[in-house]
């Protein structure tokens, strides 16, 4: 004779239920997860968000009638800011810069004579 379960004694759950639980509850935090991630809401990070961190470039300075172009190997640079240029017309130095690639600009912090290590022919190389 089969004995009468009581409302109040628990219940186990078989183990293909358990499973099943925890495989859907996993795959919804995925499915969560990965629609959160793609908010179109959120602007796109674009190269010029990019080149405002600090960068140090090598190149030459040239004169462009009133106003001054950083070039290096692979263009050349409008300087915002040719008062810290003065005096290296011609030079190739080594630069500190803030670089903004859509404005083909550079914001230039700080100017050195290269050491001999530094020279044009050690970046060929």
Request: aromatic share 8%.
């Amino acid at each position: 004779m089969r004995r009468a379960t009581n409302r109040l004694e628990p219940r186990f759950l078989s183990l293909k239920t358990f499973w099943f639980t925890i495989i859907s509850v996993c795959f919804a935090l995925t499915v969560v997860v990965a629609l959160s991630q793609d908010v179109p809401n959120q602007a796109p990070k674009v190269p010029a968000d990019i080149g405002a961190r600090l960068t140090t470039i090598m190149g030459t300075v040239e004169e462009d009638g009133e106003q001054l172009r950083f070039v290096t190997e692979q263009r050349a640079w409008k300087v915002d800011n040719p008062e810290t240029l003065k005096g290296h017309e011609g030079h190739y130095v080594h630069a500190e810069g803030h670089l903004y690639p859509n404005e083909n600009l550079i914001h230039i912090t700080a100017v050195k004579i290269p050491t001999a290590r530094e020279t044009r022919r050690a970046d060929i190389k």
